[in-house]
């Protein structure tokens, strides 16, 4: 594996840090620890292929319930657009709360898969985008 050693990167870190963002992402190995030190672009086009989705359950009252298939969200509007706003605002809340106690939640087996997700939410930090990433399918019952 191409790899640059932690303490040439320490001493060469402006000049790293261009490579990064002019060229190409760099892999850093610390005695047995690897990281990637990659763009903010480049990281979100990796992640875009996560996209979010939702069954749709309309209620006996009318109002509409979207559950999220990639995390354990659900929210409920008296409208799917107003559903998938309150949802996408709950994602992105879920999502900065997971990433400010990261390695509780990381640690979790039920939770472990929920990281690229978390990432692509704090990636658009824009609930109003991340709604448009979410695609509703009609749930049974």
Not at 14 to 37: G, H, Y
Not at 85 to 114: I, T
Not at 132 to 138: G, K, R
Request: charged fraction near 30%.
């Amino acid at each position: 594996m191409l790899s640059a050693n932690a303490t040439d990167v320490r001493k060469n870190w402006s000049s790293v840090v261009d490579s990064v963002i002019r060229e190409k992402p760099v892999i850093i190995k610390r005695t047995r620890d690897f990281m990637v030190l990659a763009n903010r672009e480049l990281f979100s086009d990796m992640l875009s292929a996560y996209t979010f989705s939702a069954k749709k359950f309309v209620e006996a009252d009318g109002s509409v319930t979207l559950s999220l298939n990639e995390m354990d969200i659900a929210e409920n509007a008296p409208t799917e657009d107003e559903a998938k706003r309150a949802l996408a605002n709950a994602v992105l809340d879920y999502a900065e709360d997971f990433y400010n106690d990261f390695h509780y939640w990381s640690s979790a087996p039920n939770r472990k898969a929920h990281i690229p997700y978390v990432l692509r939410a704090l990636l658009l930090d824009d609930a109003e985008k991340i709604g448009e990433c979410i695609s509703c399918q009609a749930g049974e019952i």
